[in-house]
């Protein structure tokens, strides 16, 4: 459903938001989760199992809602972001963006020409209502489309102010797993050495004024990235919820 974007509106007047990432294929998970108030859903086809036509289900469910629909693409590609963005997602998530010119692959990827190389089927797909918002769609694609490059590797982190100047990417979203990785600590969170190079990229993106993102991980609580300053946080996935909502409840019925 082709539609103003609400939620890219409200980032960009400086407003908090908050999102869950969608990995268990399910538009009722995800008409639940959109009903409960998030501001964005991320539908994950990077470690996710959906297909777009499950993606499509998927924004369906949440159409009747605020809630604003993100699409994480497997990778960089421009195939995978072209198919993706005909589906009508209000914004995409690319993972593992590390210069500047796989940043600027990416945003010409989300753009018709001659600003990008984007294919056009904006007569019939859904993302312009199968075409009965063609020339809406078309005029204002470019405007209304939320471009998110991840901040996943030391190598991204140095080049983040040359990223952040990227004409088309609106945030950077910090992964800190894969970040920890990339410097031989995956998953450590606690050490110092992966501390440190977190908040030089909170820093950098800041400092470029771009919209800063990211996950919330042991050691990174949703207060403190409030005060880092992050304008995008997510905390949880729809099968975590459910997961730790289970275990709960049975540690509670068992007295465990």
Request: aromatic letters at 6%; charged letters at 20%; glycine letters at 10%.
């Amino acid at each position: 459903m082709y539609r103003e974007n609400g939620f890219k509106k409200r980032l960009l007047a400086g407003e908090q938001c908050y999102g869950c990432w969608l990995h268990l294929c399910s538009p009722v998970a995800a008409e639940v989760l959109a009903l409960a108030g998030y501001d964005a859903l991320i539908i994950d086809h990077e470690h996710g199992s959906g297909d777009l036509v499950g993606a499509i289900q998927i924004m369906q469910a949440m159409s009747a809602t605020p809630a604003s629909p993100i699409l994480r693409v497997p990778w960089n590609d421009p195939v995978a972001l072209k198919r993706a963005l005909d589906t009508g997602p209000e914004g995409v998530m690319i993972p593992s963006i590390n210069s500047a010119d796989q940043a600027k692959a990416a945003a010409a990827a989300c753009r018709y020409p001659p600003g990008g190389m984007r294919g056009a089927a904006y007569g019939l797909v859904r993302a312009s209502d199968y075409g009965m918002a063609a020339k809406d769609y078309f005029e204002n694609a470019q405007d209304n489309l939320l471009v998110i490059c991840q901040i996943e590797t030391a190598e991204a982190v140095d080049a983040i102010l040359e990223i952040a100047a990227v004409d088309g990417v609106d945030m950077l979203f910090i992964g800190p797993i894969d970040l920890s990785g990339s410097i031989g600590k995956l998953g450590r969170f606690d050490d110092a050495a992966v501390i440190a190079l977190r908040e030089r990229a909170e820093d950098a993106i800041k400092a470029a004024g771009k919209l800063l993102g990211g996950l919330a991980v042991p050691n990174l609580s949703i207060t403190d990235m409030t005060a880092r300053g992050y304008d995008f946080v997510t905390a949880a996935s729809d099968i975590t919820l459910l997961r730790d909502a289970a275990l709960a409840q049975l540690a509670k019925m068992r007295g465990t």
